[in-house]
T-cell receptor, first 113, second 115 residues
């Protein structure tokens, strides 16, 4: 069982609100990832991090931002939520070179009204 | 650029029959290949991976996958399907050690096991 956590699990919020999706892992993993997934559809990488103070944008353009101040914590922030942000957001981590398996959190389902 | 294709949106199989979920990939170097499963309302779970070594990789829940370099494929298989195997399956690829750290996921294949 992987020790990677996401909060909240479900969030319903109005347009224009600022939200932060939390992701934390207790495995000491260097690499962390955020994916966006519409129900039953493919995953799109939106952000990733190689380690502390390292963040990169992924394949899918996103209006969200991320930070990596601590190894275990990789929060994703939307400054002004819109209905188009409605989706599921999955956080993942892996140890690093030589340890290829990504471990996924349970996800956050976001609904923006 | 790396890419992965899952040509079937859905695969239907009778319980007890063998199942195959197809995956092909494209990378410039040596591929690292993965299968993940997603049950309804759950996160992704790792099933198995190929990094190097034997082409036949065994994973969780009785699943296995065969790496075929000449056909650039990594099909997921199970000798006898269970109804509980019904889920969404994702193939993923990474272009070997070093370089990009990101993994590219396929579009997913819905497996439906019919009782």
């Amino acid at each position: 069982e992987a020790d990677i956590y996401q909060t909240p699990r479900y969030l319903v919020i109005g347009t224009g609100k600022k939200i932060t999706l939390e992701c934390s892992q207790t495995m000491g993993h260097d690499k962390m990832y955020w994916y966006q997934q519409d129900p039953g559809m493919e995953l799109h990488l939106i952000h990733y991090s190689y380690g502390v103070n390292s963040t990169e944008k992924g394949d899918l353009s996103s209006e969200s931002t991320v930070s990596r101040i601590r190894t275990e914590h990789f929060p994703l922030t939307l400054e002004s939520a819109r209905p188009s942000h409605t989706s599921q957001y999955l956080c993942a981590s892996r140890l690093g070179e030589g340890q290829e398996t990504q471990y996924f959190g349970p996800g956050t389902r976001l609904l923006v009204l | 650029a790396q890419s992965v294709a899952q040509p079937e949106d859905q695969v239907n199989v009778a319980e007890g029959n063998p199942l195959t979920v197809k995956c092909t990939y494209s990378v410039s170097g040596n591929p690292y290949l993965f299968w993940y499963v997603q049950y309804p309302n759950r996160g992704l779970q790792f099933l198995l991976k190929y990094i190097t070594g034997d082409n036949l990789v065994k994973g969780s829940y009785g699943f296995e996958a065969e790496f075929n370099k000449s056909q650039t494929s990594f099909h997921l298989k199970k000798p006898s399907a269970l109804v509980s195997d019904s889920a969404l399956y994702f193939c993923a690829v990474r272009d070997g050690p070093g370089g990009y750290q990101k993994v590219t996921f396929g579009t997913g294949t819905k497996l439906q096991v019919i009782p």
